[in-house]
C-alpha cells in the first residue's frame, strides 16, 4: 500500500510559480508511474504530469506542457511539480497518485482512493 502526501499549494499571481511535492511511502516504487492530477471547481479530475519511478520519462497534458515539469527525488521519495507560468485556468486541487500500470491507463486517473490534495489558486 503506497501512502502519498501533497504539499506546496498556495495562492499566486498570473505568471507566477509554485513547488508541489508528493511525498510517497509504503513499499518501493520499481516499475510504478507517479504523478500529478487536477480538479477545478464544477470539472472533472484531469491528468497533469506523471514520470515512470525507475527510468524518469516523463509525460504531461497539451495544457501544461512547456510551463510544469515534473521531478523526483529517488533518496527522498518524492516527485516535484514545478509550475511556471501560472494562468487563472491552473486553479485547482492538486493530487498525486501512483500506480504500477501502463501510461495510458495511469493518464485515465481511476484509483481506488486518493489523499486529500493540495490548493492552487492564480488569480489573474
Known amino acids: 500500500q503506497v501512502q502519498l502526501v501533497e504539499s506546496g499549494g498556495g495562492s499566486v499571481q498570473a505568471g507566477g510559480s509554485l513547488t508541489l511535492s508528493c511525498l510517497a511511502s509504503?513499499?518501493?516504487?520499481?516499475?510504478?508511474?507517479m504523478g500529478w492530477f487536477r480538479q477545478a471547481p464544477g470539472k472533472e479530475r484531469e491528468f497533469v504530469a506523471a514520470?515512470?519511478?525507475?527510468?524518469?520519462?516523463?509525460y504531461y497534458s497539451d495544457s501544461v506542457k512547456d510551463r510544469f515539469t515534473i521531478s523526483k527525488d529517488n533518496d527522498k521519495s518524492t516527485v516535484y511539480l514545478q509550475m511556471n507560468n501560472l494562468e487563472p485556468e491552473d486553479t485547482a486541487v492538486y493530487y498525486c497518485?501512483?500506480?504500477?500500470?501502463?501510461?495510458?491507463?495511469?493518464?485515465?486517473?481511476?484509483?481506488?482512493?486518493w489523499g486529500q490534495g493540495t490548493q492552487v489558486t492564480v488569480t489573474s
Open positions: 509504503g513499499r518501493t516504487f520499481k516499475n510504478y508511474i
Open positions: 514520470i515512470k519511478w525507475t527510468i524518469g520519462t516523463t
Open positions: 497518485n501512483a500506480g504500477e500500470m501502463a501510461v495510458a491507463t495511469f493518464k485515465r486517473g481511476v484509483f481506488g482512493s
